[in-house]
C-alpha cells in the first residue's frame, strides 16, 4: 500500500492571526519503505504525521492510501481503517496504567478472540524480551520497556505500517537502539515505517530521508544510499 501526498497544507488560525504549519506538500512512499522525517521543533513534522494517520483532515490536499482517500470517508470509516492499517508509536508511550504490560498489548486488538490475541501478545513480548513483565504496571517499568511495550502493542494488529513520533525521544542509546532495531525488523518483513524525529537517528535503518522546515519539505539523500 503505497501513500500519497498530494498538495497538502495544514493551516490554523488563532487570535493572533493564521500559522501555516505544512505548506503545499507532495510527496509519495512507497509499501515496505523506512522513512525518516527530520526537522526542529515546530516544524511540521509531528502535523504531517497526525494527517498521514487520519487524525488530522488538512486544510487542503488528499491523502492517499493505496486506492483510497483517507479523507473522503467518515470519521467512522477512517477509524476502521486507521484501526486495520496502521500502528501508531509515540515519545511519552501512552500505555495505560491501570492495565499489565500484556493487557496493554491485547487492548490495541479490540474485540478479537481474546485467547488467540493472548497467544499473539505473549508470542510478541516473547520476541521483545519482555515475557517476564507481562503482569507488571508501566510504573514498574523502565523507559525501555515500555517504548519496546508500546511497539508491541502496535504490532499486535499486524499492520501495514508504522508511524512513529519521537520514539527514542526518552530514551538512552542503548534503549534507542532496541527500539529502532525492533522497527528496522517490522520494516525487513514488508512493513512500512515512517519515523519522526527532531534530533539525529540512524540513518543507516532508513531508505529514505526528509527534512522538514518551515511547513516544507525535501529529500536527502540517507545514509543507507550512500556508497563506500
Given amino acids: 500500500m503505497n501513500v500519497k501526498f498530494e498538495n497538502i497544507s495544514k493551516i490554523f488560525s488563532g487570535r493572533r492571526g493564521t500559522v501555516t504549519a505544512l505548506d503545499d506538500i507532495s ?7 523506512f522513512v525518516v522525517i527530520q526537522g526542529p521543533s515546530g516544524s511540521g513534522k509531528t502535523t504531517l504525521l497526525q494527517i498521514l494517520g487520519g487524525m488530522m483532515r488538512p486544510s487542503r490536499g488528499r491523502v492517499w492510501m493505496g486506492d483510497t482517500d483517507l479523507y473522503a470517508m467518515s470519521v467512522k470509516e477512517r477509524a476502521r481503517f486507521r484501526a486495520r ?10 500505555l495505560i496504567p491501570y492495565l499489565t ?56 494488529t499486524q499492520p501495514r505500517m508504522i508511524l512513529a513520533d519521537e520514539p527514542t525521544g526518552n530514551l538512552d542509546p542503548h534503549n534507542a537502539r532496541e527500539v529502532l532495531d525492533l522497527l528496522a525488523k517490522f520494516n525487513r518483513q514488508g512493513g512500512m515505517v515512517i519515523l519522526v524525529t527532531h534530533g539525529p537517528v540512524a540513518d543507516l535503518r532508513a531508505s529514505r530521508w526528509f527534512d522538514i522546515r518551515q511547513g516544507r519539505i525535501e529529500e536527502k539523500l540517507a545514509a543507507s544510499q550512500i556508497s563506500t
Fill in 101 to 156: 504490560v500484556e493487557e496493554n498489548v491485547m487492548a490495541a486488538a479490540g474485540v478479537e478472540s481474546r485467547l488467540t490475541i493472548r497467544k499473539e501478545a505473549r508470542d510478541l513480548l516473547d520476541q521483545f524480551g519482555l515475557r517476564d513483565r507481562i503482569y507488571h504496571l508501566p510504573a514498574q517499568l523502565s523507559a525501555g520497556e515500555k517504548q519496546r511495550t508500546a511497539i508491541a502493542r502496535a504490532m499486535i
Fill in 27 to 33: 510527496l509519495e512512499i512507497e509499501e515496505g519503505q
Fill in 85 to 94: 492499517n496502521i500502528g501508531f508509536v509515540f515519545q511519552m508511550f501512552h
